[in-house]
């Protein structure tokens, strides 16, 4: 299985700035045929399920705020937070879905909080 | 709006058995793949299975393989997990999850609330 690991664990952000949450795949998850990466991101709030952020590693969902965004390819991946809001307090988490048959997997998680 | 909602945990021994069931509307629940994936309290995420639009085609995690089966019933709108075997470690809340549409089918931008299944003795 691919393994995702995300740093740092936690990070504290003052309001209004950024948080900048990273994602590493053990083997690359860029499909050649489509140049596509096969990685999203997730926000999970407390005591809520998680919400899909982002898709083909830079795609917004429909109603994400456009302070969120995804960036990198092959093994190394970026969830930037341009400005941050109190609402966004969350775990973030990455997930790779590039194998076939799908053995689909998550980064550990990262925590965002407010300084 | 697309709904999901979780049922059938509970507190069961280790070596029991347990169906969960989730309940779709909102949405043409036979167009799309459908998933479950769980957290353990505290912990991460860990997809469990997939299931394709029609039943034909499941996949799961090495973790749970030969243990779980996924179904569905789509006249019911109905996603299932039967659960064999359980073990301590299959404690977890268990989330159903709509595939992405334009996103991926193996990414999922709809969940449920989930069901806590706890395993103990």
């Known amino acids: 299985d691919i393994v995702m690991t995300q740093s740092p664990d936690s990070l504290a952000v003052s309001l209004g700035e950024r948080a900048t949450i990273n994602c590493k795949s053990s083997?690359?998850?860029?499909?050649?045929?489509?140049?596509?990466?096969?990685l999203a991101w997730y926000q999970q709030k407390p005591g809520q399920p998680p919400k899909l952020l982002i898709y083909?590693?830079?795609t917004r969902e429909s109603g994400v705020p456009d302070r969120f965004s995804g960036s990198g390819s092959g093994t190394d991946f970026t969830l930037t937070i341009s400005s941050l809001q109190a609402e966004d307090v969350a775990v973030y988490y990455c997930?790779?879905?590039?194998?076939?048959?799908?053995?689909?997997?998550f980064g550990g998680g990262t925590k965002v909080e407010i300084k | 709006e697309v709904q999901l909602v979780e049922s059938g945990g509970v507190v069961v021994q280790p070596g029991g058995s347990l169906r969960l069931s989730c309940a779709a509307s909102?949405?043409?629940?036979?167009?799309?793949?459908m998933h479950w994936v769980r957290q353990a309290p505290g912990k991460g995420l860990e997809w469990v299975s997939l299931?394709?639009?029609?039943?034909?085609?499941?996949y799961y995690a090495d973790s749970v393989k030969g243990r779980f089966t996924i179904s569905r019933d789509n006249s019911k709108n109905s996603l299932y997990l039967q659960m064999n075997g359980l073990r301590t470690e299959d404690t977890a809340f268990y989330y159903c999850?709509?595939?992405?549409?334009?996103?991926?089918?193996?990414?999922?931008?709809?969940w449920g609330q989930g069901t806590l299944v706890t395993v103990s003795s």
């Open positions: 083909w590693a830079s």
């Open positions: 909102g949405f043409t629940f036979d167009d799309y793949t």
């Open positions: 083997q690359s998850v860029l499909y050649s045929s489509n140049n596509k990466n096969y």
């Open positions: 299931i394709n639009w029609d039943g034909s085609d499941t």
């Open positions: 999850a709509k595939a992405g549409d334009s996103s991926s089918w193996l990414t999922f931008d709809h």
């Open positions: 997930q790779q879905y590039y194998n076939t048959p799908p053995a689909l997997t």
